[in-house]
């Protein structure tokens, strides 16, 4: 018997040691959860900016930036008719004071348009101190939370110090943090109470079999008691009441009130985007090379501005990939998703102006694979998309093309 047990915990302290072995620290919160599909071809985020990224309770940040709704969206993928531009945080650690696209204000879920360009600006006030992973990102309607690029925030400062007041409508200050809390917090035990007592009333008496019974032998009359009838008339009577009354005190303590909102913003996207257009490119082929982790790209690319180009970068699901040829700048706070050298191209002269040139680019990196976007070869929609961007000779000024296309694996 002893031995058994030695054996046992033996056994048992084998496999908390293998367990040991695996405790990693999980750095990432869902981001490559959805489909590389939905990633790479729904909302393409680019030129994010956190204008700091260590800042005090209370002190104001704010993330601004811009994305492309892709032209080649998924088809199985609802239309993206309401989205919701939010910042994913790990619980309450920052307050939303003020939100913008296009430079407008907007509160509510927004219809936006497949192949516009949108730029978005969120002011947000720190709430809790620490170090959290943040990323701005895009609720989609029936399909899910698409990721914009994380930084790392860091919060100083005591949490004993956040103030969150505002001036309602009537010009009185009112503390966000507390307002209201003890009313809610009322009527919720008040509700709770009736509820559990008129449950109680019934359930302490013998139930379905014994009722079940007296209806069998005809005594149902007997199974509704007097006071039961009692109760229940003055609880028909009395809740309407009571509901009523507190509505018209409600409406008499607050008589100017606004109803949530619960319309749909209708931003349109940046009219004549600049550039948009002078630079045509038409994916002709796209392969996906697993053993190199490569992505090849034959192109047809058609220069119709009146500068010298070159390719400077690819960039899907917030992974970039640079032609480090050229010194394009790389966007802030994203080197652990950037490849500095991972876009390499057949020809590297440049594209004159009227050009016409159908070319080979490839995009190389681990981060196809540790990005999980080489799932796409296995998934029932393996089409590709992401953003091109062309550059200038002087990188001055920068033209975007969207590119899409079906991806064909190969396995050697
Ligand atoms: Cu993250």
């Known amino acids: 018997m002893k031995t058994l047990i030695i054996k046992c915990l033996m056994a048992l302290g084998l496999v908390l040691s293998v367990y040991s072995f695996n405790v990693q620290p999980v750095m990432a919160h869902g981001e490559k959860a959805l489909e590389p599909f939905i990633r790479m071809r729904t909302i393409q985020f680019y030129d994010v900016e956190w204008d700091k990224q260590k800042f005090n309770v ?4 704010s993330v601004s930036g811009k994305f492309h709704v892709a032209e080649d969206w998924p088809v199985s993928v609802p239309k993206p ?5 939010n910042i994913s945080t790990p619980g309450p650690v920052l307050i939303r004071t003020e939100r913008y696209l296009n430079g407008k204000p907007f509160m509510n879920s927004v219809a936006l348009q497949p192949g516009g360009d949108y730029t978005f600006k969120i002011v947000l006030k720190g709430r809790l101190p620490g170090r959290y992973h943040i990323h701005p990102f895009f609720n989609l309607k029936d399909a899910g939370q698409v990721m914009g690029p994380g930084v790392w925030l860091e919060i100083a400062g005591a949490s004993a110090n956040f103030t969150n007041s505002v001036k309602t409508i009537n010009g009185e200050l009112v503390d966000m943090e507390t307002y209201g809390l003890s009313n809610g917090i009322l009527w919720h035990i008040f509700w709770g109470v009736l509820a559990t007592a008129w449950l109680l009333w019934w359930v302490r008496r013998p139930l379905f079999i014994a009722r079940y019974r007296m209806l069998q032998a005809g005594m ?3 199974l509704v008691t007097l006071n039961d009838r009692l109760i229940g008339k003055s609880i028909l009577i009395g809740v309407p009441v009571l509901v009523l009354a507190a509505n018209m005190m409600t409406v008499n303590q607050y008589p100017n009130t606004i109803p949530l909102q ?5 931003i349109l996207p ?3 985007q600049v550039n948009a257009g002078v630079v045509d490119v038409e994916t002709l082929k796209a392969e996906y090379r697993i053993p190199n982790r490569a992505m090849m790209f034959t192109l047809k690319i058609n220069n119709r501005s009146d500068k010298q180009i070159q390719i400077g970068e690819f960039s899907t699901a917030n992974v970039h990939f640079l032609n480090k040829e050229l010194h394009v700048p790389s966007q802030v706070g994203s080197e652990s998703m950037t490849a500095p050298e991972g876009l390499s191209m057949d020809n590297t002269a440049p594209i004159q102006p009227g050009e016409q040139r159908t070319m080979t680019i490839t ?11 080489d799932g796409l070869v296995r998934d029932a929609d393996s089409r590709i998309g992401g953003l091109l961007f062309f550059y200038d000779e002087h990188l001055g000024e920068r033209f975007i093309s969207s590119i899409t296309a079906a991806v064909i694996p190969k396995f050697n």
């Open 270 to 272: 940046l009219s004549a």
């Open 220 to 222: 149902e009359d007997e």
């Open 262 to 266: 619960a319309s749909l913003d209708q």
């Open 81 to 85: 008719e309401a989205s919701f531009l």
């Open 58 to 61: 209370n002190e104001q940040v």
């Open 363 to 373: 995009a190389t990196d681990a981060l196809w694979e540790s990005e999980k976007l």
